[in-house]
């Protein structure tokens, strides 16, 4: 699946003042990212504010993206959960025109064992009429896709292509990088760690950043891949500021307050998620005017 070799972004949901979704704003937003040379997006993650998006809300957003795309670039949507039946029903029953895999995040809170996470995939895969991408969180899920296990389903499962690891855990990249088929695709799900994951044998990234800093994250990423590390840390210095500022009040606040400052969007979230605060909105414009 060489589409999903490099920079993937995980779209977010523009909000206008009334909370609604912001169509405009979300056009906007796939025109510049094809503009300056991302290679693919990720529509519905989690960067997306999904949990807090209702039925209709969903289907307004991926007709948005998929028209707006006007199949210019790879699609990949977000449907994961930990109710494996109810997954799997939308796998399914969905109509998924316009995408070309799936990205499915390990199931969250039910907190399931190795063998759990492997029997929910296996379920997943039988029923996804696209390829599959894991999602590996920790942070968000409350139990860790081990290397083994990811190479396990990559082994016993042929849709499912590759997996978003987004542990933060750089000795855990490198053992499942090391333990997969080669031609199963490891993604850094940590922009921080996008770098030294490709030089240690990753594929590519599914950023946050890159949504703001499209076209230098997109060169970093190539110059990764083309082996060109010196170049390519170059980049990955001037941009690990912003890195930690998106992230320092959560996904995707950050961003968020990133693009507003860029001009793109409107700065606002759904409850339970906040905007950022002054302070670290001020850092992000600060960023940004010395950033060149």
Known sequence: MKSFIGTGVALITPFKE????????LENLVEN????????????GTTAESASLDKEEKQLVIDTVVKQNNKRLPLVLGLGGN?????????????FSGFEAILSVSPFYNKPTQEGIYQHFKAVAAASPLPLILYNVP???????LP??????????????GVKEAAGDMVQAMKLISLVPK?????SGDD???LPMILAGGKGVISVIAQGLPAEFSKMVSLGLEGKPAEAYELHYKMQRSIDLIFAEGNPAGIKALLAQKGSIKNHLRLPLVKATLGLQQQIEDFLKNFK
């Open 18 to 25: 009334d909370l609604s979704v912001d169509v405009q704003a």
């Open 33 to 44: 990212q094809i503009a300056n040379g991302v290679d693919y997006l990720v529509v519905l």
């Open 83 to 95: 109710n494996t039946r109810v997954v799997c029903d939308e796998l399914e029953s969905g109509d």
């Open 139 to 145: 942070g968000r899920t409350a139990s860790n896709m």
């Open 148 to 161: 083994e296990t990811i190479n396990r389903i990559a082994r016993d499962f042929d849709n499912i292509i």
């Open 183 to 187: 031609d199963f695709l490891v993604f």
């Open 192 to 194: 921080m760690l996008t």
